[in-house]
């Protein structure tokens, strides 16, 4: 099964750097919560074309429990402007930091 990336975007300004790390760094803990629901890893988005994260899922069903439409709803309030949601199947995960390639979120050994 592949894993799933989601790229949720709000259209909002540039934060500076101390706000946008304060802003990762409160809501942080939710996200190391949703180890257990598939969540493998999330990188906050800060850019001159808006704000987000990009969430790497174990499965596209584990992202689909987190992102419904109450969700949404709750982040619409939070930011003032409802996410886009970008969905994407990834099949090969290049990871340099565990030094591995991945094929639908197993390691495989490296093909020359």
Avoid at 58 to 80: D, M, N, P, V, Y
Avoid at 84 to 111: C, K, P, Q, S
Wanted: net charge neutral.
């Amino acid at each position: 099964m592949p894993n799933c990336i989601v790229v949720v975007q709000f259209d909002l300004p540039k934060r500076t750097e101390d706000l946008a790390v304060k802003g990762g760094t409160s809501t942080a803990p939710t996200y190391r919560g949703l180890a257990t629901k598939g969540l493998i890893r999330k990188d906050y988005l800060n850019g001159e074309t808006g704000t987000g994260g990009v969430y790497l899922w174990e499965s596209r069903e584990s992202a689909q429990a987190w992102f419904t439409e109450a969700r949404i709803a709750q982040l619409t309030e939070r930011f003032g402007v409802r996410p886009r949601l970008t969905w994407y199947d990834t099949h090969v995960t290049v990871d340099n930091l565990n030094g591995e390639t991945r094929v639908d979120g197993r390691a495989i050994e490296e093909v020359s």
